[in-house]
T-cell receptor
């Protein structure tokens, strides 16, 4: 089983829609989680860290469910510019390194 | 803050040559730098973790003699792909952490094409 699993999509949604991605992780010792955004042929850019209490940044909300070992990303009022691949990332339980999911591709359609 | 640069952004070389890629943290001291490789439509795969002044820790399946990593200072790490072959063609991305816990900040990547 992969350490971090995501549905690769693609998710095609109309502008203005709300879309949610889930990501599951297998390492119960993982403490830190992140969502990164990666545009085509570019490097990943940090979108937001994920906190146990959940956190919100504008139209983006991230949640962590430790009991079920998944994290989620909710995007409200989707914009065309949100089209990208969203990478779920979890640490390796205190060993500095992190593991990336394969990414979920989002395409926002006019 | 948290800017990481990478050079070169793109390189095309002949099979058998060596290629050096530099990764720099421009506005913070990176206690740890990471090197990843990403093939088309695949996830980023960690190749090695490097701490300043010590030997890099390579992931399983990554040949340390082929991918030489040097982390000479808190702001610079280099990856040298020795005797490159076409199967080494990939997108190589470095990241650096040290500013905020485990958060990694990525360089823009280097697209390597080996002919």
């Amino acid at each position: 089983r992969k350490e971090v699993e995501q549905d690769p999509g693609p998710f095609n949604v109309p502008e203005g829609a709300t879309v949610a991605f889930n990501c599951t992780y297998s390492n119960s010792a993982s403490q830190s989680f992140f969502w990164y955004r990666q545009d085509c042929r570019k490097e990943p850019k940090l979108l937001m860290s994920v906190y146990s209490s959940g956190n919100e940044d504008g139209r983006f909300t991230a949640q962590l469910n430790r009991a079920s070992q998944y994290i989620s990303l909710l995007i409200r009022d989707s914009k065309l510019s949100d089209s990208a691949t969203y990478l779920c990332v979890g640490d390796s339980g205190g060993y500095q390194k992190v593991t990336f999911g394969i990414g979920t591709k989002l395409q926002v359609i006019p | 803050g948290a800017v990481v640069s990478q050079h070169p952004s793109r390189v095309i070389c002949k099979s058998g040559t060596s290629v050096k890629i530099e990764c720099r943290s421009l506005d913070f001291q990176a206690t740890t730098m990471f090197w990843y490789r990403q093939f088309p439509k695949q996830s980023l795969m960690l190749m090695a973790t490097s701490n300043e002044g010590s030997k890099a820790t390579y992931e399983q399946g990554v040949e340390k003699d082929k991918f030489l990593i040097n982390h000479a200072s808190l702001t610079l790490s280099t990856l040298t792909v020795t005797s490159a072959h076409p199967e080494d063609s990939s997108f190589y991305i470095c990241s650096a952490s040290g500013l905020e816990g485990d958060t990694q900040y990525f360089g823009p990547g280097t697209r390597l094409t080996v002919l």
